[in-house]
């Protein structure tokens, strides 16, 4: 046994036991998950009890799909309440007076009435057609005045964040406590006495004596129906023996609990925790029988160790239910081992393609199978045929298969967990991608990949498993386009043989049926490689190639700034909220750079469409305020500042930019204008030297040079010293 696993179960509850049953095995009125994301296809839901759902394999949480479990045991019961009372009442109260009564936190309406009644009044007017006179109408008020009472106390978060002055008693009177027993002695119908002896437990577990409930459970357990209220009593017990230390005596009667009461699994698991080793020992020597010795030893199993459990209990008792929750935590424990993701340097996962399953684990699953001596031989068939998988032994995954599809229950479900292990069999049992396999595989990948809801059965993870493992296959065989079509290489395209076979398989007039395939799961159109082509001959300073192939994309987005805007501080939110009077696609974009460069080159206005060439190719960059000029299906994850390498250059280079600023500066006729050339170059030198040494602090670039020296007397250096703390800076250094 794992003597570890105690004391950090010790650890993980830092929330005393004592204060989860405060909140999770009462409701006043007596009588009272997105599941967790890993990579798995082995689905619980189709075959286990859902009763087991809360304690499924969720890796980042402490139980599957339970909600906010920690605080909503306070209406947990509300719904059974309710309907057993309107089922005693049968209709003297409507069922929206009875919810409103049992369930509202104000009890005026149940003081009214009761004061009535004691009064022998008749019932208020919101209440007139209550029959005070009846006897279980009358049993029902007395009952509720009770357990308002018991309520106040009950229902008070235990964790401090309410007032300190709050209104609301701490712990149950005295007189409460006695009323509750009385009641319960006193009370001849079979319904009441049962909702009082719950109070009276909740009324002794909730007054400065709390060990009183323990004895009062003692005498009077042996009559009491062993139903819902019986296990929640039970549970008080269990957290008055934890606060007591007696951790042994705790953790057996929570195993109870969870043994024999459904409802109350997660609040009895939650609380369950030995301290140490010896703790469970003494526990296991408190059970009666093998059902509660296997109780106790499902929760070992639950937090410590689902093998060793799932032996112990198969010794005990192999029909046990317990089984089967502690069997679909060890598959998808193991699921998510052999899935841990790790990538390669083309993007492409490729450990969890070729991961093996333990043997251990593949022996003792096998092993239960084999014997068919459990509830459900069929769900032990069904892991086994999938662990098999795994094992790299398809025939033997085949067989076992076989025998689900003859003896489990037939439902949609489980023909769907079904298909996916037969798939994930004959996907696995492939090396090699031709007419055959695409052949064979085609109408279950065609099922796989629909889309359109998909109720509980996890499909997800081998959907994305069988494209990962079939782009592997064909780029092993140097067909990387399709290859590319089932699962995309974000480097895929810096290779110009791959854009070009890839345009050339897009532009096709026909396709299989199963190229048909392949291209519906691929987001990458034509129109995308042209953008994505003229992106690229843009930034490399080839307007006319760039507007070509922009012509024929389809992009229509319009950049969020005016992209020949040059100001002193480069603020993009500011760009993007200033007025346009003209909005600039990509390709309109492009047009304009190149009407403006014709001017340059043909001598026109040299100056104004130098420095608005200038400004356009620095807003191109990551430093700019059209950087969503870059941003494409293609060129994907560069919207923060760590690029891929390979577009690194592209995106943060300004030295187009400052080429143009010189021509500019060149062509100024003006102090003011070559001061907003040279202050602008600076600004291209500045992010050179940023992007080459972060920790660079020296700033005494040229442009700031010459902006001191050579254009002190000029209102543009004014502007940049009020706006520009760089310059402030680097004019109070005195270098």
């Avoid at 890796?59 to 339970?66: E, H």
């Avoid at 060149?666 to 202050?679: G, I």
């Avoid at 020296?698 to 520009?724: D, I, R």
């Amino acid at each position: 046994m794992k003597k570890t696993s105690w004391k950090t179960l010790a650890m993980l509850f830092s929330i005393p036991a004592l204060a989860l049953i405060a909140y999770g095995v009462i409701y006043a009125c007596g009588g009272d998950w997105d599941g967790d994301y890993f990579e798995s296809s082995f689905t619980p839901e189709v075959y286990v009890d859902e009763s087991y759902t809360p304690f499924f394999y969720a890796p980042s949480d402490l139980f599957y799909d339970a909600g906010d479990y920690q605080f909503d045991h306070i209406t947990r019961f509300n719904d059974d309440i309710a309907a057993a009372w309107s089922e005693y009442l049968k209709g003297r109260l409507s069922g929206d007076q009875v919810s409103s009564l049992l369930l509202a936190k104000d009890a005026d309406g149940v003081g009214q009435l009761y004061t009535a009644l004691q009064k022998k009044q008749q019932a208020p007017a919101a209440y007139s057609r209550i029959n005070l006179v009846d006897e279980r109408v009358k049993g029902f008020i007395v009952f509720m005045h009770l357990a308002k009472e018991i309520e106040a106390v009950s229902t008070r978060p235990q964790y401090g964040w309410e007032d300190e002055e709050s209104s609301n008693p701490t712990v149950v009177s005295p007189q409460t406590v006695v009323r509750a027993e009385q009641l319960y002695a006193g009370a001849k119908d079979e319904f009441l006495k049962n909702r009082y002896w719950f109070q009276a437990m909740k009324a002794n577990f909730y007054s400065d004596k709390k060990e009183n409930a323990t004895a009062f459970f003692e005498k009077t357990k042996n009559n009491v129906p062993k139903n819902t209220l019986y296990y929640r009593g039970m549970a008080y017990v269990a957290g008055v023996a934890y606060r007591q230390k007696q951790y042994a005596t705790s953790n057996y009667l929570y195993s109870v609990v969870f043994e024999n009461c459904p409802a109350l699994r997660l609040v009895a698991t939650f609380a369950f925790h030995p301290q140490e080793d010896a703790d469970f020992q003494a526990s296991l020597a408190l059970a009666k029988n093998a059902d509660e010795k296997a109780a106790l030893w499902s929760l070992y199993g639950y937090y410590a160790d689902e093998q060793r459990a799932i032996q112990e209990i198969y010794q005990l008792n192999p029909k046990s239910s317990h089984l089967e929750y502690l069997l679909a935590r060890l598959v998808n424990k193991e699921e998510e081992r052999m899935n841990s993701v790790e990538y390669s340097s083309d993007g492409v996962h490729y450990k969890d393609l070729d991961a093996k399953v333990e043997p251990q684990i593949l022996e003792l699953v096998m092993k239960l199978a084999k014997e068919g001596k459990t509830s459900k031989p069929y769900l032990w068939n069904l892991a086994a045929g999938y662990l098999s998988i795994f094992h790299g032994d398809h025939a033997q995954a085949t067989q076992l298969f076989n025998k689900v599809e003859k003896e489990a229950p037939k439902s949609d479900l489980a023909s769907n967990q079904l298909r996916i292990f037969r798939f994930t069999n004959t996907l696995h049992s492939t090396t090699r991608m031709d007419a055959t396999a695409e052949s064979r595989l085609l109408p279950d990948l065609t099922w796989l990949y629909a889309t359109g809801e998909r109720a509980t059965v996890r499909y997800d993870h081998a959907a994305n498993w069988s494209k990962r493992y079939i782009a592997r296959l064909y780029r092993n065989q140097g067909n990387s386009a399709m290859g590319e079509l089932f699962y995309r290489d974000r480097t895929y395209y810096h290779t110009p043989a791959n854009l070009e076979a890839m345009k050339a398989f897009l532009q096709k007039t026909s396709y299989t049926p199963w190229e048909k395939m392949a291209l519906s799961l691929y987001d990458v159109k034509l129109d995308d490689i042209y953008e994505y082509e003229g992106i690229m001959a843009a930034y490399a300073g080839n307007l006319d190639n760039a507007i070509a192939l922009m012509q024929k994309a389809n992009a229509p987005e319009e950049l969020y700034g005016n992209p020949f805007n040059g100001k002193i501080q480069d603020c993009h939110d500011c760009d993007h909220a200033a007025p346009q009077k003209v909005k600039y696609t990509k390709l309109s974009f492009l047009q304009k750079m190149k009407e403006m460069q014709s001017r340059v080159d043909k001598k026109e206005d040299i100056y104004n469409n130098s420095l608005l060439l200038a400004n356009a190719y620095y807003n191109m960059t990551y430093f700019g305020n059209a950087r969503a000029f870059y941003y494409s299906n293609i060129i994907m994850g560069q919207y923060g500042s760590d690029f891929d390498e390979y577009y690194n250059p592209q995106l943060t280079s300004c030295a187009t930019a400052d080429r143009y600023y010189k021509i500019a500066f060149a062509a100024a006729t003006t102090d003011e204008q070559r001061a907003k050339c040279v202050y602008m170059m600076a600004k291209c030198e500045r992010n050179e030297k940023f992007q080459g040494d972060p920790e660079n602090e020296s700033l005494a670039w040229e442009g700031f040079k010459q902006l001191k020296t050579k254009y002190a007397h000029t209102k543009y250096y004014k502007e940049v010293l009020n706006e520009c703390s760089y310059f402030s800076i680097y004019l109070n250094r005195g270098h």
